[in-house]
């Protein structure tokens, strides 16, 4: 299992290289002077010329990359341009928060997709298989914004069940903070569901056409049985492979969702360094997203191996 994950990670390395050059390439593409991010419009051009030696600007691009990049190796993101505050710090605190609201997202998305998926595969042309595709097909045409715009309204504005927006850290206050998570969650969740539930449909329709799903049946066991033991362990690979290739989409979401409900996450920091031009914090959280999907996947290819064993590198 270690010269797996070995040869994995290394397979990783060219890949990661490119994302780096395309992170650092497009975030300098982005019109706008970063001296009028730091000094205002106001600031003299002897002002302006002393910010760019300060923060390297004066430097050519291919010189700046490659001292950025030896930076963020050591761990180094820069400081914002905005606030001065450390990037790397800043990553440290808004991380929980959105790594709290994907993990409430996939257990939203599981806990609905999967035996919904079942479900229909079990009555396939009936009244549940039917009801069940059509309500994932509207869940995935509603965008993130307006999702959360409609829970907003139906549960904080119409009901008054729970809190439009906000942030309560977990460990302070356990029950409010799960209040506030509660539609971010959702919003994705659902949309995420739909996703889980078409490919669990289709993975269970394929393993109950098999053979010895029809042994088992003639054998004399339970459907439940069937469905649970021997089907839906063998239709877990695909709806794995599903989840892992959503969680990109899944942080893309967050960056919507976290402005949306006005949660302080990675997403909403990313959404706030591009609208100041603070080329640091945005580097430090597109790198960081990558990073993650990298180790999701990776994560994924593991699973594959642990439900069955006969996969190979």
Do not use: C
């Not at 942030?167 to 029950?175: N, S």
């Not at 739909?194 to 003639?218: C, E, G, P, W």
């Amino acid at each position: 299992m270690l010269s797996y994950l070995g040869r994995k990670l290394i397979q990783m390395l060219p890949v990661a290289f490119f994302v780096t050059v395309i992170v650092f390439s497009l975030t300098n593409l982005l019109p706008g002077d970063p001296t009028v991010t730091i000094l205002g419009e106001q600031a003299t051009p002897e002002q302006r010329a002393a910010v760019r030696v300060e923060y390297g600007l004066d430097q050519p691009a291919p010189i700046r990359y490659v001292t950025w990049l030896a930076r963020v190796a050591q761990g180094e993101f820069g400081r914002s341009l905005r606030t001065r505050e450390d990037v790397g710090a800043m990553l440290a605190a808004r991380i929980p928060v959105t790594l709290q609201l994907g993990l409430l997202s996939i257990l939203i998305a599981v806990a609905i997709g999967v035996p919904a998926g079942i479900l229909a595969a079990r009555f396939r042309g009936g009244l549940i298989d039917v009801a069940a595709s059509l309500v994932a097909m509207s869940s995935v045409a509603v965008p993130y914004f307006w999702m959360g715009v409609l829970l907003i309204m139906l549960f904080s504005l119409q009901l008054g069940w729970l809190p439009a927006s906000g942030h309560v850290r977990f460990l302070d206050d356990p029950a409010q903070n799960m209040k506030l998570m509660v539609m971010p969650a959702l919003t994705i969740g659902t949309a995420f569901a739909a996703l889980v539930m078409r490919q669990t449909r289709a993975s269970m329709l394929q393993i109950l056409s098999m053979d010895y799903v029809r042994t088992a049946r003639a054998k004399g066991l339970s459907e439940r049985l069937v469905l649970i033991r021997h089907a839906l362990r063998n239709a877990l690979i695909p709806i794995i492979t599903v989840i892992g290739l959503q969680v990109g989409a899944l942080l893309g979401g967050a960056v919507v969702t976290e402005t949306v409900f006005a949660l302080p996450g990675l997403g909403r920091m990313l959404v706030d360094g591009i609208f100041q031009r603070d080329f640091p914090v945005i580097q430090g959280a597109i790198l960081f997203i990558v990073i993650a999907v990298f180790l999701v996947n990776l994560l994924t290819d593991m699973l594959y191996r642990v439900l069955d064993p006969r996969v190979e590198a």
